[in-house]
């Protein structure tokens, strides 16, 4: 599988920014996916998921209620509306493919293919 994920950017406090990933190699509609970010010093950690039907969502604390995953199995999309931002979501993004199987869906072993990584900075 090939994850492929749009340009990040910069936005100001408050500003939003939509991320997608396009994926190729594999039946996309036949795997959950996820999103993971990385800020400078810190380790990878996890953002959001959504089911291989887009019928279940996970999404971490500190994105819940501004941040939403959809998914467009007709174009092997998944994207990241990312609404009232905030310096600390100042980070890499990665998307990446859940393995079949019950993984939790907010760990990183839950996912087996990883795309490159997209910056988004947030400035006060």
């Known amino acids: 599988v090939q994850l492929q994920a749009s340009r990040g950017g910069s936005v100001q406090a408050g500003g939003y920014l939509r991320l997608s990933c396009a994926a190729s190699?594999?039946?996309?509609?036949?795997?959950?996916m996820g999103w993971f970010r990385q800020s400078p010093g810190k380790e990878r950690e996890f953002v959001a998921a959504?089911?291989?039907?887009?019928?279940?969502?996970l999404y971490a604390d500190s994105v819940k209620g501004r941040f939403t995953i959809s998914r467009d199995n007709a174009k092997n999309t998944v994207l990241l509306q990312m609404n009232s931002l905030k310096p600390e979501d100042t980070a890499v993004y990665y998307c990446?493919?859940?393995?079949?199987?019950?993984?939790?869906?907010?760990?990183?072993?839950?996912?087996?293919?990883w795309g490159q990584g997209t910056q988004v900075t947030v400035s006060s």
């Open positions: 990446a493919v859940r393995r079949i199987g019950g993984a939790p869906w907010d760990g990183e072993t839950a996912y087996n293919y």
């Open positions: 190699g594999r039946p996309f509609s036949r795997y959950g």
């Open positions: 959504i089911s291989w039907n887009g019928g279940s969502t």
